[in-house]
């Protein structure tokens, strides 16, 4: 067993925290003001290679790998995790046309999405309820050529800036009677509706997306009539939920950098408050978390590369580290005292941002649910 990171995964490190420092962290303040993420942050992220990270070079990408793109998702949401946020759910977007998608589609869609030309989404959640995937009422009929889509998704990440969306649709009954399709913006019949507004991860564009008669080619169709079901788990568990773990990951880790500073700083008593044992309390708590939640989420990006089955440890990966960021930020407002309720400061961002990943990419309770199963069998 062996922990290091190679020199290959420390330069990416080093050079994606320069990025987000340099370019990201100036943004952070417009996108919590105007609740969008900036087009052209895309295309710098598409130059730097960092949309194509999990895309094989011959389809344009730059094929570094699930560990990398832990990594990168770390160093980017240390900084934002609404940049983290809207880079993970790219990824997943496309992965379900990398990990399903057949020769033809992976030859038109994954160059499109490796350079900045165009963001991805997955549409699965409709407003009768995300946990209950085989209540999902949003329908696609073959006629002739075509399948007729009609139906409405909600709380879809990138809604509004993807323009290659893998939409999960209904096409029969029971679990075999879902399945995924590729619906490029623009398609008549085919638009986002409302804008969500959430209290977290305010630079991530989430909203709806209607289909009204749709009509989507069927060399759309991803994986086959009636096989989606199978194929939205793998891509939601194994790209989704290591995803969101890595993001979650990147708050842990600027929750300690900003605990750690201002308790150095802050002197009560006439010395730092770092020399109170209640402060160090919280301090370790959060070490602790950062730590542990570290190795989960390299763990599920290593598997990943080594071409292991990693659905489990991506939720376990997910559960703990989404949760750990939640009890982080927290930890960071208490050492703030009554400044850490304030906008000016950046650990209430991280309390906002780490409660709005807990239920993207399935609810802490359906982790627990997928856990237990793996557990008692
Ligand atoms: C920031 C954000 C981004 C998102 N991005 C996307 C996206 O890009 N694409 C997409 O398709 N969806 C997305 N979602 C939707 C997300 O996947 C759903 O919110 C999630 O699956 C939960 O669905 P729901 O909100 O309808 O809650 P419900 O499914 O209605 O759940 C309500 C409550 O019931 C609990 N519950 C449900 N089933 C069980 C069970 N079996 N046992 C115990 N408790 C249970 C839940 O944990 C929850 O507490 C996003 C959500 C958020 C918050």
């Known amino acids: 067993m062996d922990f290091k990171l190679s020199e290959k995964h420390l330069l990416l490190q080093r050079a994606i925290r320069e990025f987000a420092e340099k370019s990201i962290a100036p943004r952070v303040a417009e996108m919590e003001e105007t609740q969008e993420f900036p087009e052209d942050l895309i295309s710098e992220m598409g130059k730097l290679g960092l949309l194509g990270l999990i895309i094989p070079t011959q389809y344009g990408g730059t094929d570094m790998g699930f560990l990398a793109r832990v990594l990168a998702l770390e160093q980017i949401s240390l900084v934002s995790a609404a940049a983290g946020m809207t880079l993970q759910t790219h990824h997943t977007g496309l992965a379900a046309i990398l990990d399903h998608g057949s020769e033809e589609q992976k030859q038109k869609y994954l160059p499109r999405l490796s350079g900045g030309e165009s963001l991805a989404a997955l549409a699965v959640t409709e407003p009768s309820g995300g946990s209950d995937l085989m209540g999902m009422q949003s329908t696609a009929r073959p006629e002739g050529d075509h399948y007729v889509a009609n139906g409405r998704k909600c709380f879809i990440s990138n809604s509004h800036l993807a323009k290659i969306h893998s939409v999960v649709l209904r096409t029969g009954e029971g679990s075999k009677g879902l399945s995924i399709f590729v619906v490029e913006a623009g398609t008549p019949g085919f638009r ?40 939205v788990l793998k891509t939601i568990s194994e790209v989704g939920r290591s995803g969101m773990a890595a993001t979650a990951l990147g708050i842990i880790g600027a929750s300690l950098e900003k605990a750690v500073q201002f308790s150095k700083d802050r002197v009560l008593y006439g010395k730092p408050i770092a020399n109170l044992q209640g402060i160090q309390w919280l301090v370790a708590e959060i070490y602790s978390d950062l730590e542990i939640a570290r190795l989960l989420c390299y763990r599920a990006g290593w598997l990943r590369d080594e071409g292991k089955r990693c659905d489990v440890e991506a939720t376990l990966a997910k559960a ?58």
């Open 192 to 231: 986002p509706g409302r804008k969500e507004h959430k209290c977290g991860l305010l630079g991530v564009n989430t909203g709806e997306l209607i289909l009204q008669d749709c009509r989507i080619p069927k060399e759309n169709l991803i994986a086959g009539e009636g096989a989606g079901l199978r194929a």
């Open 320 to 377: 703990f580290t989404c949760e750990a960021a939640v009890r982080a930020a927290r930890n960071a407002v208490s050492i703030y005292g009554g400044y850490g309720i304030m906008k000016e400061y950046d650990v209430q961002r991280y309390l906002r941002d780490a409660l709005t990943c807990v239920p993207a990419d399935g609810t802490a309770d359906i982790s627990k649910v997928i856990l237990a199963r793996h557990a008692l069998s």
